[in-house]
């Protein structure tokens, strides 16, 4: 993958509730309502759930800056020089990774309300999806043929360039391994949110209908209103194909019947705080929320170049079919990252 990467993310800033900005601060639209126009960034190394070594939502600073420098650590010792000594790996070891110079998962910890954030997650208290026994099973289908070959359509949606990898158009929309950028375009009828990752693009309607059950949408049918000065979200509809968000060590999965309600407020000129409940009867024991800032950014948004549906997919595939042909077995692989834990 190719991505074009913006520059330097603005680095991510508490939200104190004492010193959130009165509604005399924030940018209006000639219609008085909240302008969300310009574009925004939610890049941190928090992620939508807890990680194992963390047992509590709320981090300490030494833990949260642990962390910063753990992850920093690991990112320059991924961008050190490769020892030409070395020589080629041995066959079937290869790196199987991006270069570090295209990734840009953010440096710091996320913090809300003052507070260093473990996880996205706020309820359930675990800071994990509440999976039903289906649920995890559901999720499981498309896991079973993460790694197949048999044909393209088995193949993530990532790969064939069709939507972005993780949840980054959503909803909700998270975080990923690099392109947390959104821009915001904002109409009395409709805010467009431009995601920088495989530019993909949600449009909200605001006070309009869902669509009818025959016609969903990658990112499911966004219908918006306000309260206040909150814009308020109900998306639903997905296609099937979204329905397992991927991203590097984290796997969520968003049933086609899923609804997805999300709180847009902007606390001050340069943050929203984002707010997202997730509810299925059957994939869930129970809705799951979170809540994530958006940062304003001075970056701009480039072309996302993906060239995997022209390149990529078709080697694998006649890789597959040359193995076949040699009478070997094409292994297959399914990535468990984080999937082998007990149910919650």
């Not at 991924?78 to 000594?85: E, I």
């Not at 994939?283 to 993906?306: H, N, V």
């Not at 390149?311 to 692989?333: C, F, H, K, M, Q």
Request: proline share 9%; hydrophobic share 35%.
């Amino acid at each position: 993958m190719k991505p074009i990467i913006a520059a330097a993310l603005l680095t991510l800033a508490a939200a104190p509730a004492a010193a959130q900005a009165g509604a005399d601060d924030i940018p209006r639209t000639p219609q008085g309502k909240p302008d969300f126009h310009g574009v925004w960034t939610n890049a941190s190394l928090t992620k939508v759930e807890r990680m194992p070594e963390f047992d509590q939502l709320i981090l300490t600073e030494a833990e949260a800056r642990q962390w910063e420098r753990d992850a920093a650590a690991v990112g320059a010792a991924d961008q050190a020089p490769t020892d030409p000594s070395e020589g080629a790996p041995p066959a079937g070891e290869d790196p199987e990774g991006y270069n570090f110079f295209w990734i840009d998962p953010g440096t710091q910890v996320g913090k809300i309300n003052g507070e260093y954030r473990s996880s996205w997650i706020v309820d359930p208290p675990n800071g994990r999806v509440p999976y039903t026994p289906e649920g995890r099973r559901a999720m499981m289908r498309p896991v079973a043929t993460f790694n197949s070959f048999d044909n393209p359509e088995e193949r993530i949606p990532i790969e064939r360039c069709i939507i972005g990898f993780g949840s980054t158009g959503g909803p909700p929309m998270l975080n990923a391994l690099y392109n947390n950028h959104h821009q915001f375009i904002q109409t009395e009828d409709a805010i467009a949110i431009n995601v920088e990752m495989i530019h993909d693009t949600r449009i909200i309607r605001m006070d309009g209908e869902h669509n009818p059950p025959e016609l969903d949408q990658y990112l499911g049918t966004s219908v918006g209103s306000w309260e206040g000065d909150t814009l308020v979200v109900e998306t639903q509809g997905f296609k099937p194909l979204e329905t397992l968000r991927v991203d590097w060590g984290v796997f969520v999965y968003i049933p086609t019947t899923a609804t997805v309600t999300e709180r847009f407020t902007m606390i001050s000129p340069d943050e929203i705080f984002y707010e997202f409940t997730v509810a299925d009867d059957t994939a869930y024991t129970q809705p799951w929320k979170g809540e994530l800032m958006f940062r304003r950014s001075d970056d701009k948004l480039y072309e996302y170049a993906c060239h995997e549906g022209n390149y990529s997919v078709p080697n694998i595939l006649a890789g597959a079919r040359a193995i076949e042909r040699d009478g070997r077995t094409v292994t297959r692989t399914s990535p468990r990252a984080r999937l082998d834990r007990p149910l919650e």
